[in-house]
């Protein structure tokens, strides 16, 4: 299945596609950074207007949000080319990681690309997902609803399961 959207048009017909590559799905996020300093400023302008400290703790991809499945897992690895904000892109082939500071414009080249047999599975909670690669690292993304990313989760596992 092939799904169509914003993103994944703008990953049709990239040059960084190999032959015989095909994109599946696309979507742009933000990584966890950014959701740290968002949630700490809603939070601290909260604790301002009702007189209370302003300490707060974000959520994260290693969070109760995700139970165990996150116990011991790390970010060294594959993982760690996918920080900050960007667009990660599914293909018949491969995983692609753009790093990218907006969602307006084509991605440029892929700052990282993972053969389809080193990704473990996706998961999401709302619209949080979560990739765990085979060398037991994860990254996540904060993904806009209108990306769709339950259809780019489960897109992810069928690739991932061959």
Known sequence: ??????????????????????????VYG????????????????????????????????????FGEATQGKHTEGHAEAMVGNGVMGLTNQRLLWFKKATVVGKPGEPTATFPLDSVVEAQREGNMIRVEFADGSISGLHVPRSQKPKVFVDEVNRAAQG
């Open 1 to 26: 299945m092939v799904v169509y959207w914003n993103m994944t048009k703008k990953l049709r017909g990239h040059g960084c596609l190999q032959s015989g590559e095909e994109p599946i799905a696309a």
């Open 30 to 65: 933000l990584g966890e950074a950014m959701l740290r300093m968002a949630d700490a400023a809603s939070s601290g302008l909260m604790a301002q207007a009702s007189g209370k400290s302003g300490d707060f703790d974000g959520p994260d991809i290693y969070s109760d949000e």
